[in-house]
Nanobody, 122 residues
Protein backbone atom coordinates (compact mmCIF):
# COMPACT_ATOMS: atom_id res chain seq x y z
CA UNK A 1 0.00 0.00 0.00
CA UNK A 2 2.64 2.49 1.09
CA UNK A 3 6.35 2.25 0.44
CA UNK A 4 9.05 4.31 2.10
CA UNK A 5 12.27 4.42 0.09
CA UNK A 6 15.33 5.72 1.90
CA UNK A 7 18.58 6.91 0.38
CA UNK A 8 21.71 8.80 1.32
CA UNK A 9 23.40 6.58 3.87
CA UNK A 10 27.04 5.62 3.69
CA UNK A 11 30.46 5.97 5.22
CA UNK A 12 31.64 9.38 6.39
CA UNK A 13 34.52 10.61 8.50
CA UNK A 14 33.94 12.18 11.91
CA UNK A 15 32.94 15.80 11.51
CA UNK A 16 31.47 15.15 8.08
CA UNK A 17 27.95 15.53 6.76
CA UNK A 18 25.31 13.37 5.13
CA UNK A 19 21.78 13.93 3.94
CA UNK A 20 19.20 11.17 4.19
CA UNK A 21 16.06 11.19 2.05
CA UNK A 22 12.87 9.21 2.36
CA UNK A 23 10.11 9.26 -0.22
CA UNK A 24 6.71 7.81 0.56
CA UNK A 25 4.62 6.46 -2.29
CA UNK A 26 1.18 4.92 -2.53
CA UNK A 27 -2.42 6.06 -2.29
CA UNK A 28 -1.62 8.59 0.39
CA UNK A 29 -4.19 11.22 1.23
CA UNK A 30 -2.24 12.78 4.07
CA UNK A 31 0.58 12.05 6.50
CA UNK A 32 0.70 13.79 9.85
CA UNK A 33 4.15 12.89 11.11
CA UNK A 34 7.31 11.80 9.34
CA UNK A 35 10.54 11.09 11.08
CA UNK A 36 13.81 9.26 11.43
CA UNK A 37 14.78 6.65 13.99
CA UNK A 38 18.02 4.76 14.41
CA UNK A 39 19.10 1.45 15.83
CA UNK A 40 22.38 -0.21 16.71
CA UNK A 41 22.86 -3.92 17.45
CA UNK A 42 21.46 -4.93 20.81
CA UNK A 43 19.70 -1.62 21.41
CA UNK A 44 16.16 -0.42 20.96
CA UNK A 45 15.23 1.76 18.05
CA UNK A 46 15.33 5.38 19.13
CA UNK A 47 13.86 8.60 17.82
CA UNK A 48 16.29 10.90 16.03
CA UNK A 49 13.94 13.57 14.73
CA UNK A 50 10.38 13.98 13.55
CA UNK A 51 8.32 16.65 11.85
CA UNK A 52 4.59 17.18 11.65
CA UNK A 53 2.54 18.38 8.71
CA UNK A 54 2.48 21.83 10.30
CA UNK A 55 6.25 21.95 10.62
CA UNK A 56 6.66 21.22 14.32
CA UNK A 57 9.85 19.32 15.01
CA UNK A 58 11.31 17.19 17.79
CA UNK A 59 14.92 16.09 18.13
CA UNK A 60 16.79 13.69 20.33
CA UNK A 61 19.04 15.62 22.70
CA UNK A 62 22.08 13.88 21.24
CA UNK A 63 21.51 15.37 17.78
CA UNK A 64 20.18 18.83 18.57
CA UNK A 65 22.11 21.61 16.85
CA UNK A 66 23.74 19.07 14.51
CA UNK A 67 20.84 17.47 12.63
CA UNK A 68 17.99 19.19 10.82
CA UNK A 69 14.81 17.52 9.63
CA UNK A 70 12.78 18.96 6.79
CA UNK A 71 9.87 17.88 4.71
CA UNK A 72 8.26 18.37 1.31
CA UNK A 73 4.56 17.81 1.85
CA UNK A 74 3.71 17.75 -1.86
CA UNK A 75 6.08 14.88 -2.62
CA UNK A 76 5.72 13.08 0.72
CA UNK A 77 9.47 13.30 1.21
CA UNK A 78 11.37 13.83 4.43
CA UNK A 79 15.04 14.74 4.74
CA UNK A 80 17.56 14.51 7.52
CA UNK A 81 20.56 16.79 7.22
CA UNK A 82 23.31 15.49 9.49
CA UNK A 83 26.29 17.68 10.28
CA UNK A 84 29.25 17.28 12.62
CA UNK A 85 28.78 13.54 12.60
CA UNK A 86 30.28 11.49 15.41
CA UNK A 87 31.17 7.81 15.61
CA UNK A 88 28.28 7.35 18.04
CA UNK A 89 25.89 8.37 15.25
CA UNK A 90 26.74 5.10 13.51
CA UNK A 91 23.51 3.13 13.16
CA UNK A 92 20.87 1.92 10.77
CA UNK A 93 18.53 4.84 10.17
CA UNK A 94 14.86 4.12 9.57
CA UNK A 95 12.30 6.40 8.02
CA UNK A 96 8.87 6.46 9.63
CA UNK A 97 5.53 7.78 8.42
CA UNK A 98 2.92 7.94 11.15
CA UNK A 99 -0.78 8.76 11.09
CA UNK A 100 -0.97 8.08 7.37
CA UNK A 101 -4.42 8.29 5.82
CA UNK A 102 -4.98 6.51 2.54
CA UNK A 103 -7.61 7.49 0.01
CA UNK A 104 -10.84 5.70 0.85
CA UNK A 105 -9.83 4.85 4.41
CA UNK A 106 -10.74 6.55 7.67
CA UNK A 107 -8.14 4.73 9.74
CA UNK A 108 -4.57 5.95 9.99
CA UNK A 109 -1.58 3.63 9.78
CA UNK A 110 2.09 3.61 10.61
CA UNK A 111 4.80 2.66 8.12
CA UNK A 112 8.54 2.00 8.25
CA UNK A 113 11.27 2.04 5.66
CA UNK A 114 13.81 -0.76 5.35
CA UNK A 115 16.65 1.27 6.82
CA UNK A 116 19.87 2.77 5.54
CA UNK A 117 23.27 2.30 7.16
CA UNK A 118 25.21 5.32 8.35
CA UNK A 119 28.77 4.66 9.45
CA UNK A 120 30.94 7.39 10.94
CA UNK A 121 34.54 6.30 11.05
CA UNK A 122 38.01 7.46 10.14
Amino acid sequence: QVQLVESGGGLVQPGGSLRLSCAASGRIFSTNVMGWYRQTPGKQRELVARITSTGNTNYADSVKDRFTISRDIASNTVYLHMNSLKPEDTAVYYCNANQVFLYGSSASKNYWGQGTQVTVSS
